[in-house]
């Protein structure tokens, strides 16, 4: 009884098991072939059919692999990795840095050191606020201004993807995604006097309210306070009277030329 109980039991599991599998089909998506960088134009030796649940839908993802042939690569791409919607720009966008630029938006390229560029801890994705200081027309001195929010860098240098290890790197040129009217703003603004980026979380999108920072802010003011005004009622006494000038002192020189003597008042 124990035998044919247990090879019972055993049998409906093994019936339950296989009609699990057949029922878990498999879809074609397509994946990466290899290690893809970011910004290539993808080919047909790029991407493979990968077989993927059918029960478990993946949003955005192509069945054919024509579908993504010809379609730049904004984002890099593991092995065996799904190519998804969001990780191509449009065909015929371009390669390289040019995909990576969200229709409306421009890229602006603007001078960096080691001090601008933040010590070199600006790397491709990140978030930067810049910072400008300058001589307004009118002011009696320098003032520093923050005039772009939550800025993101495109490209460090001519590196459009991140150090994997975060090793800070010194970069001459530094490349920001802006709008048109901001990127005439940066450009105006690198003309008039000289730019900082202020490294920012890459969490923190609130944008907020400053004001410019002026010379006399940094410098202490040295003028006494003015005394407060007592609001009881004070006796006016007369003015006293204006002293007379003192006269001026006399200098008295005697001056001997010769045999002659004279004298000089000063």
Not at 79 to 105: F, N, Q, T
Not at 169 to 193: H, W
Not at 237 to 252: A, E, H, I, L
């Amino acid at each position: 009884m124990a035998t044919v109980l247990a090879g019972s039991v055993t049998y409906l599991v093994y019936r339950r098991l296989r009609l699990s599998a057949a029922q878990r089909k498999a879809v074609p998506v397509v994946g990466a072939s290899r290690d893809l960088p970011a910004g290539i134009t993808l080919t047909p030796e790029d991407v493979t059919l990968l077989d993927w649940p059918a029960d478990l839908p993946l949003a955005s993802s192509f069945s054919k692999a024509e579908a993504v042939i010809g379609r730049p690569l904004i984002y890099a791409l593991g092995s065996k990795e799904p190519v998804l919607e969001r990780d191509l720009a449009v065909a015929g966008s371009g390669i390289g840095l040019s995909a990576k630029i969200p229709p409306g938006m421009r890229a602006t390229a603007v001078r960096s050191n080691e001090i601008v560029g933040v010590a070199g801890f600006l790397f491709p994705g990140s978030q930067v606020d810049v910072l400008a200081t300058y001589n307004p027309p009118g002011s009696s001195g320098p003032i520093t201004q923050t005039v772009l929010q939550d800025v993101e860098v495109l490209a460090a240098g001519q590196t459009i993807e991140p150090d994997p290890q975060g090793k800070p790197q010194t970069v001459s040129v530094v490349t920001l995604l802006l709008n048109p009217e901001d990127s005439q703003r940066l450009l105006l603004t690198s003309m008039q006097g000289t730019i900082q980026f202020v490294l920012r979380s890459g969490v923190d999108k609130k944008k907020v309210a400053i004001n410019p920072t002026r010379l006399d802010h940094l410098v202490a003011s040295d003028k006494p306070a003015a005394p407060p005004v007592s609001r009881c009622t004070r006796t006016l006494m007369p003015t006293p009277p204006t002293p007379s000038p003192k006269p001026p002192d006399v200098f008295t020189m005697e001056v001997i030329q010769g045999s002659q003597r004279s004298v000089q008042k000063f």
